[in-house]
Nanobody
């Protein structure tokens, strides 16, 4: 029983920064692997980043060098700090959760509702 609520999306100019947040309900947050995915209209869902229950991070090619994922176990929250944003980063970003055995690059069964990120001048 995991519920996820994303926030922090919005409009940002190319080259700008944005931080997304995902609040996670439940008492087992510390045991969860977390991930961010995104999906643009007409495209398949794309894995962006993941962080394990132990705090290890890994990133998709589109995020490497620009995005940073983190978690705050005291707040049951994960973050995606996005920098050097490009127009192609425009998408709905989804928070994802799975058990600690969930492959980090594939995500688990729990999803948030998504938050829209638009990169435009």
């Amino acid at each position: 029983q995991v519920q996820l609520v994303e926030s922090g999306g919005g409009l940002v100019q190319p080259g700008g920064s944005l931080r997304l947040s995902c609040a996670v309900s439940g008492s087992f947050f510390r045991a969860l692997n977390m991930a961010w995915f995104r999906q643009a209209p007409g495209k398949e869902r794309e894995w962006v980043a993941a962080i394990s229950s132990g705090g290890w991070t890994t990133y998709g090619d589109s995020a490497k060098g620009r995005f940073t994922m983190s978690r705050d176990n005291a707040k049951n929250t994960v973050y995606l700090q996005m920098s050097s944003l490009k127009p192609e980063d425009k998408a709905v970003y989804y928070c994802n959760a799975g058990g600690r055995d969930t492959p980090l690059y594939r995500g688990g069964p729990s999803w948030g509702q998504g938050t829209q990120v638009t990169v435009s001048s």
